[in-house]
């Protein structure tokens, strides 16, 4: 049983500048939620309800987000809102979340590695913070249901455009079914000459507790920081491990356009929005008219 999530929000999201120079790219909304929060309830969803955020400088407002706010809740009531009080009541009571902050910005090994005494000698989830994957059954039951069958750790890859694997973190190995492969190469950020594949890591993974010896014996990497895929790499040598294509799509809310393109296939989701936005796109994109 994964009774343990953690989830790293600590990053800088350089790439979202300037949005992200005071408030974190965790807490940007998606329409009226923010990311974070749609990465709780896939937790949540999947039947986690101890949940760790590696936090850090300048992420208060996550930590406020997932509180009461007694001030607003009185304020609603008043209004009368019964259903945005509904919504309120539901972000405070989702899980018991746990905080710890990362003091220095060392990676996304290292934000992992401050987790090893939360998660103890349990295997765990880890659902990055700034990806939204939106899915029939959540990504990480999904990978929750493979774990359970192999008892190794599973991590969520997806197919990506061969001349973009040098984004990523690719997976090379044997096919064990359609879905599922038994690894033996783990590489961050390959050439494309290089690839093993072209199934990138895709931001979920269920760990066992052996991750944290291996970020021990992790030197930095990429960015001078320390790499999770690496300490994943040195791990394979000794354990094996599952790389499993989501069903899935994920959404990279740390990148401008991606962040754009959902909001508008969430929208276009939405029954409140649905059919006015479909008509504003069709008009600009037909005569350039608002
Ligand atoms: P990213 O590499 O996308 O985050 O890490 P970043 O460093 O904030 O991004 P850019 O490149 O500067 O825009 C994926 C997740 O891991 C967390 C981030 O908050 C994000 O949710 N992270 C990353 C940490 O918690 N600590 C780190 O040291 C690095």
């Not at 799509?249 to 969430?266: A, P, S, V, Y």
Request: aromatic content about 6%; glycine content about 6%.
């Amino acid at each position: 049983m994964i009774k343990k999530a953690v989830i790293p929000a600590a990053g800088l999201g350089t790439r979202f500048l300037p949005a992200t120079k005071a408030q974190p790219k965790e807490m940007l909304p998606i329409i009226d939620t923010p990311v974070i929060q749609y990465v709780v309830q896939e937790c949540v969803d999947s039947g986690i309800e101890d949940i760790l955020i590696i936090s850090g400088k300048g992420k208060r407002s996550i930590e406020d987000h997932f509180d009461r706010n007694i001030e607003l809740e009185s304020k609603i009531q008043e209004k009368e809102d019964e259903e945005i009080y509904m919504h309120m009541k539901h972000i405070e009571n989702m899980a018991n979340i746990h905080f710890i902050r990362q003091k220095e910005l060392n990676g996304l090994g290292d934000a992992i590695y401050h987790a090893r005494f939360h998660c103890g000698s349990e295997p765990f989830a880890v659902l990055l913070g700034d990806t939204i994957i939106d899915s029939v059954i959540p990504v990480t039951q999904q990978l929750i249901d493979t774990f359970e069958q192999y008892k190794q750790t599973v991590i969520a890859v997806e197919t990506v455009p061969k001349d973009k694997v040098s984004r990523y973190g690719i997976v090379g190995g044997d096919k064990i079914s359609d879905k599922l492969m038994q690894l033996n190469e783990l590489i961050e950020k390959p050439e494309a000459s290089k690839a093993p594949s072209n199934l990138a890591i895709a931001g979920r993974y269920i760990l066992t507790p052996e991750i944290f010896q291996a970020l021990e014996n992790t030197p930095r990497g990429k960015g001078n920081e320390i790499q999770l895929t690496d300490a994943l790499k040195l791990l394979l040598k000794r354990e094996n491990m599952i790389a499993q294509t989501i069903e899935g799509k994920r959404h990279d809310i740390g990148n401008k356009l991606d962040f754009l393109k959902t909001t508008i296939e969430f929208a276009l989701k939405r029954k409140e929005f649905s059919s006015p936005l479909r008509k504003f796109l069709e008009d600009i994109l037909k005569n350039g008219k608002k």
